[in-house]
């Protein structure tokens, strides 16, 4: 092999599929940067599959949209996007106009409606209109949507595998039954962080026949914990169920969650409701296959608190392999009774040991 020249340009002699794929890892502005650097790179930003585009770039907010427009005009048309993200959290809230004209952007450009799989949008405004109008994008398996304000409808993204809505506000008058996800028929991962609905519901309904992961952390209705509000799951295939907030919704499961082999629960406050309790072992109660449970320590404190509804009920954690309880919060005058224990940690050693 000869020696390489001093100051030889090696990287620019790779193929443009490699160069892309290091470029899918800068924002946008980054990647139009490099342009500078040679001849070669001038024309590669306008072919990139990944497109990332940041505010934080940008010390003057104003230039983020001019960016974005003026970079969406200029790149080849003729090469598909796989993955857009758009993160605009530069503390202004936008009137949603320039959402919306990425999401024609998006949805009227056929190389980016037929190709694009993942789509992250990160915003703050106050309406996004035009939402519904991605379920042209038939190759969309991934959308993550972060602090827009959504006029609500039934999603219907037939591709779509995984959802992400994240501090989002959900925009109605009333529903007797809300079913957002009915036309997500091929959804594996649902994840609802912090979301609001505007409007009263009397059951929420999540149909997913073939939901696998199901995450559901501070949901409220007109900024409050609705007490009166069922959520109801309908999920048979369902395997990880994950629920943090400071109280415990009614939840209506229309069949047993036979698959359900991971749970992660976690409750900020003590309540002291028997039906509270109720709830919580009666969801326990329907999921028999659980291998690994993660359980805040104020639920133990709950189920303390009337011991009496585990007498006559059988522990469903009979196949658990874990179980790690946190006590750091336990009172030290708090003593777990035997009911509570055998319902839940101790089946975790038992099971150990016949797994040994």
């Not at 290091?22 to 040679?38: I, K, P, Y």
């Not at 409606?113 to 969309?140: D, G």
């Not at 995450?215 to 395997?239: A, E, Y």
């Not at 009774?337 to 940690?345: C, E, N, T």
Request: negative net charge; aromatic residues 10%; hydrophobic residues 45%.
């Amino acid at each position: 092999m000869s020696e390489v020249e001093y100051g030889e340009d090696r990287l620019s002699n790779l193929p443009d599929e490699i160069i892309h794929h290091v470029l899918s890892f800068l924002e946008a502005v980054s990647a139009v940067q490099t342009s500078v650097l040679s001849k070669r790179w001038r024309p590669l930003w306008t072919s990139l599959p990944v497109l990332n585009f940041q505010s934080s770039s940008f010390y003057d907010p104003i230039l983020f949209p001019v960016f974005v427009n003026r970079f969406l005009a200029l790149r080849d048309a003729s090469v598909n996007v796989h993955v857009f993200k758009l993160t605009n959290d530069n503390g202004k809230p936008d009137d949603g106009k320039f959402l919306d004209s990425i999401i024609d952007h998006v949805t009227l450009k056929p190389f980016i409606s037929a190709s694009v799989q993942v789509l992250t949008i990160l915003a703050q405004c106050f309406r996004c209109m035009k939402l519904p109008e991605l379920s042209i994008c038939r190759f969309l398996t991934t959308l993550k949507l972060t602090g827009l304000i959504i006029i609500t409808t039934p999603f219907d993204f037939v591709s779509l595998k995984q959802f992400h809505l994240s501090d989002c506000l959900f925009d109605f008058a009333e529903a007797d039954v809300l079913d957002l996800f009915v036309g997500c028929v091929n959804l594996t991962c649902l994840f609802l962080h912090n979301c609001d609905f505007a409007g009263k519901i009397g059951r929420f309904l999540i149909f997913a026949p073939l939901l696998l992961d199901l995450s559901i952390h501070r949901m409220r209705v007109d900024d409050f914990f609705d007490s009166d509000l069922v959520i109801q799951l309908s999920t048979p295939k369902l395997q990880s169920f994950s629920y943090l907030d400071n109280d415990l919704y009614q939840l209506s499961i229309q069949e047993n969650l036979s698959f359900v082999h991971k749970v992660h629960i976690v409750m900020n406050c003590l309540t002291e409701n028997a039906n509270f309790s109720l709830r919580l072992i009666e969801l326990f109660e329907v999921m028999p296959s659980v291998k690994f449970l993660s359980l805040s320590s104020e639920i133990i404190q709950v189920l303390d608190m009337f011991p009496d509804l585990l007498v006559g009920r059988s522990s469903p954690f009979t196949r658990l392999l874990c179980a790690p309880i946190s006590l750091k919060m336990v009172s030290r005058f708090w003593r777990m009774k035997r009911d509570v224990l055998v319902f839940s940690a101790m089946e975790c050693a038992a099971t150990q040991r016949k797994v040994d």
